[in-house]
């Protein structure tokens, strides 16, 4: 027998009298570790005086040099996921959980070192693409699995572990501090051992994840569900092979659905706190702006679960119109929320806007699925995941670089984000057209039933 | 040919399995919670 094999796709199929139950926490298992990525940014300050510990010397990392950490971990999260989608498709969730968490475990202790020898190259391998890679891996591997275990809820039982992802920086962020105040000395900051305790935590974490996850056997049906006798227009019954999904339509249209979802949402997203402060000035502090940050966080991670969930009911179509529609009425808002000086508005408009922005990730796999099957959704998938690095670049550039502008024309802070406000309204427009030309997948991309069938039973 | 597990699931396992990523994910939304109620103060 060989020494992985309990990793094989085989090896994990369930037995009878397993609960689909059991397959949600081993997807957070994985999705609430790497979520950890979005409070990166909480080892930032500390990293730029690992020198001086109580100030910046001479030698010690700018912060535009640390930024390239989270950069290029965000980078090869959707590079890895659309080169390896298929790698996880065909060899199963388990070894897919187990590579992320070998990478995402190890490129923390890969830090760790970075950080021990004070060589920025070093975090750059480890957290950056190691890390990356592993973000990728454990992001798409379990959303097949469970759109496969709930065929009657995939949108809900995919937000389930897109939310985790939302909810692991909220974990993230006090853990790290907290390790950092216990490991700190006065000749350190304690920055390279919450490394390695989180990578040993988080790889431990993930592995019992890879150990709880079964994929269905073939056939197998909840108690009680069959497929419904006619689908849903735009809902197909058969697969795409995951590289024939990128000569149809209908992935570029998604491409572009999710890009503009996410690029309108990860703008704001990065700058709500200086915008409330410069939106609201003398009404919101920077102590209440962090805590409006805070409760964006949580808007996120719940709208990832609720929007997937009300997609089951309303259809995903129809879910994406909504976030398209109610966008583009609270975009425009906003800057009428700052004219009236009322906070309780603006937070709102915002917290709506992020539900929606965590909406769009967790619903998006089962609208991959209603087009194109459950064979490769995972795969296809992770190559939609590039829709999010694209607007990972465009959302803050464009926040940045307009407010930028603005202010150099003269316009007082508090009216700077305005004009962005309305340009990002402008490309939920375009994504409800992109929205709207979404029609079912031609036949001739689907695979024949007899090599679908063949696939299946090789694997 | 695939190689089944033979047992089942026990409530005890569900139990478990949620609690493992429930109380970590509880314990986040609630200090986060905490820091969100700094903007009503």
């Known amino acids: ?459 | 040919m695939s190689t089944r597990i033979p047992s089942g699931t026990r409530t005890l396992h569900l139990i478990l399995a949620w609690s493992f990523v429930g109380i970590p994910l509880l314990w986040g939304v609630l200090q986060t919670l905490r820091n969100a109620m700094k903007l009503f103060h």
């Open chain 1, 1 to 459: 027998m060989r020494p992985l094999s309990f990793l094989d796709r085989e090896r994990t199929v369930a037995g009878p009298g397993f609960s689909r139950w059991m397959v949600p926490p081993a997807a957070l298992c994985i999705h609430l570790c790497i979520g950890q990525v979005y409070a990166f940014s909480v080892f930032n300050l500390p990293m730029t005086r690992l020198i001086g510990i109580t100030a910046a010397a001479p030698g010690d990392w700018r912060l535009t040099e640390l930024g390239w950490i989270f950069t290029l971990a965000i980078f090869f999260l959707g590079v890895s996921a659309a080169v390896l989608g298929r790698w996880v498709e065909e060899g199963g969730p388990r070894r897919a959980m187990f590579a992320a968490a070998l990478c995402f475990g190890g490129g923390f202790l890969v830090a760790a070192a970075g950080v021990r020898l004070h060589d920025i190259w070093i975090i750059y391998l480890g957290y950056g693409v190691l890390g990356g890679i592993g973000l990728g891996l454990g992001y798409i591997s379990p959303v097949s699995t469970l759109i496969k275990w709930f065929p009657d809820r995939p949108g809900m039982a995919t937000g389930m572990a897109i939310m985790g992802f939302g909810g692991g920086a909220l974990i993230a962020s006090p853990l790290s501090v907290w390790l950092m105040a216990r490991f700190s000395t006065p000749a350190h900051l304690g920055v390279a051992a919450t490394f390695i305790v989180l990578g040993a935590g988080y790889f431990v974490f993930m592995m019992v994840g890879a150990a709880i996850v079964r994929i269905p056997a073939p056939g197998w049906r909840p108690a009680g569900w069959s497929p419904p006798a006619r689908q849903p227009r735009l809902v197909t019954g058969a697969n795409v092979y995951v590289y024939r999904a990128l000569k149809t339509p209908q992935f570029w249209l998604i491409w572009w659905v999710l890009c503009l979802n996410v690029t309108a949402g990860i703008g704001v997203l990065g700058q709500a706190s200086a915008m409330s402060q410069e939106m609201f000035p003398g009404k919101v502090s920077a102590v209440a702006a962090a805590g409006f940050v805070g409760l964006m966080s949580l808007f996120n991670m719940a709208g990832r679960f609720l929007w997937a969930s009300a997609s089951d009911l309303i259809g995903r179509k129809n879910t994406y119109f909504c976030f398209f529609i109610l966008g583009i009425v609270l975009y425009a808002l906003v800057p009428t929320t700052g004219r009236l000086g009322s906070v309780g508005l603006f937070v709102l408009c915002f917290v709506i806007i992020i539900s929606m922005y965590g909406g769009g990730f967790s619903t998006v796999p089962a609208y991959l699925k209603d087009m194109f099957g459950t064979r490769y959704v995972g795969a296809i998938h992770g190559m939609l995941i590039t829709a999010w690095s694209a607007a990972g670049v465009f959302g803050p550039v464009l926040v940045n670089y307009l407010r930028a502008y603005e202010i150099a024309r003269g316009v007082p802070k508090a009216d700077a984000y305005n004009l962005t406000m309305y340009l990002m309204a402008g490309l939920l427009v375009v994504g409800f057209f992109c929205n709207l030309l979404i029609g079912a997948v031609h036949e001739r991309h689907h695979m024949p039933a007899v090599q679908d069938d063949a696939t299946l039973l090789v694997q």
